[in-house]
DNA sequence: CTACAACTTCGAGCGCACTCTAAGTCAAGC
DNA sequence: GCTTGACTTAGAGTGCGCTCGAAGTTGTAG
């Protein structure tokens, strides 16, 4: 896969793929014979989950310290579990504010009448 | 109340207010003997509708739009509404992909085990 | 053979939302 | 009278996450 299929499929650009890469979220490409990056399949799932991380608000900062355990490998399954444990409970506190903001919303919608 | 009582309780800085008023966010203040701001409760509650749009992700720039209809005063409660209601969609629809995002993670986090 | 598109690196530039600094004014307490 | 601290202005600086441009190389279609 090239770098163009692999942003058509995860809806980034080539630039911020290569962005990701060098501020070290993705590690460095494989290459192929005139030295143009192809990726496989593993990575697609990667950034896929990337998205996820930052449809919810994760900065590339705490992204990269996932990624940084993820490239050590094993023995570091449990600081990864607890980082994305932690995570989860701000997203879900996110939901609640949403939830409320959505009320306020609600409230003000009405307020103006038909 | 004055800048700081308003920062207090809206969890501003006085900076981010005297930031607010000069991009047109908020109307420019009242003054006191000495120059010094001065603000009403209104203003208050304005400030803090305006954080919750912004808890919910609407760009200053909307806000802007929203707050020179506002100024504008009557005749102008349709487009109001109807922005509102816009946004209101795109917070629900944040809401549901988020939700979509937290089973990812609980099944990643599941996925690492005890 | 020749276009032309897609890739490469490096580094600069951008939009957003603040955030802070400098220099000065003013009111209140010791 | 003097210090202290909160206020004032104008404008510069910051951090984030891209986003783009320039200049050069390579693979493919006509």
Redesign the pocket.
């Known amino acids: 896969m ?4 692999l ?1 058509t499929r995860t809806g ?5 793929i ?3 890469e060098r501020i070290g979220l993705m590690p460095a ?1 494989d ?7 192809a990726y496989d399949e593993r990575t697609l799932v990667w950034v896929e989950f990337l998205g996820h991380l ?1 449809t919810t608000g ?4 705490d992204m990269l310290d996932y990624a940084r355990l993820r490239a050590a490998g094993a023995g570091t399954e449990g600081r990864r579990k607890a980082m994305l444990a932690q995570h989860r409970a701000v997203v879900a506190q996110r939901v609640v504010d949403l939830n409320e903001c959505l009320d306020v919303l609600d409230a003000k919608i009405a307020g103006y009448g038909d």
């Open positions: 090239k770098i163009s299929d942003a980034l650009t080539a630039h911020t290569r962005y990701y490409a290459r192929d014979s005139s030295g143009h990056r930052k994760m900065p590339i900062r």
